[in-house]
């Protein structure tokens, strides 16, 4: 009998850091994961029924996230950008706005749209919290505050009317601290969380954020 609090390994790579980025489905039994730069899923419970997205390409590919009612995912490819795929792997479509690259999808609670962390301008350089329809349209640019941080993940707040990113902030020339910012879906409003645990003046940062009840 396996002691309370005990984890075990479900999964495993070809190397120790070949195995990331898990997501539990809505219903809670089925994971999906980044192995070895492709996607596979199996049962959150045993880790058994291991299955590979047959996507037509090779990774690598990332952040993969599982729309409300569990039949899509949206991830993203390192190169190619965003993709959104049926649960079984197959009927995988790539949302391509022109001239938009884009990484880290999260779906909004309803399902109607995902937020992602976009790039335009020569080389994408141009880091913004965008929106896009899972057809790929309607493109939005939400926000684009100086020191966006391209590698955190956008979160939904549970009622899908804002977003939760993070900034980058330089303490001084060797450090720099991160910070929280929500904004209103229409863009409108943007306004910094204040953390009183965290100073100001202390380096520190995010791997990755979200917004539960």
Not at 179 to 192: A, D, F, I
Request: hydrophobic share 35%; with cysteine.
């Amino acid at each position: 009998m396996r002691p309370k609090g005990q984890g075990r390994q479900l999964a495993q790579g070809r190397c120790g850091l070949c195995v990331k980025d898990p997501a539990w489905s809505p219903d809670g039994r089925t994971i999906v994961f980044v192995r070895d730069r492709t996607l596979f899923t199996m049962r959150a419970a045993t880790g058994t029924r291991l299955r590979e997205l047959n996507l037509w390409r090779r990774g690598p590919f990332g952040s993969p996230d599982w729309s409300p009612d569990g039949r899509r995912i949206a991830f993203h490819h390192a190169t190619a950008g965003l993709y959104v795929v049926r649960a079984d792997g197959r009927g995988a479509r790539r949302l391509k706005p022109p001239g938009v690259c884009g990484r880290l999808p999260r779906w909004s609670p309803d399902g109607k749209q995902i937020a992602f962390i976009g790039f335009d301008g020569v080389g994408c350089r141009n880091h913004a919290v965008m929106v896009i329809r899972p057809n790929g349209k309607g493109l939005r640019v939400i926000v684009r505050p100086p020191g966006l941080d391209a590698d955190v993940n956008p979160a939904w707040s549970p009622d899908g009317r804002h977003l939760l990113f993070v900034v980058g902030r330089a303490i001084s020339r060797e450090l720099s601290a991160s910070e929280l910012w929500v904004v209103s879906l229409n863009g409108r409003t943007v306004r910094r969380i204040e953390i009183p645990e965290l100073p100001r003046d202390v380096p520190w940062g995010f791997n990755g954020v979200d917004w539960t009840r």
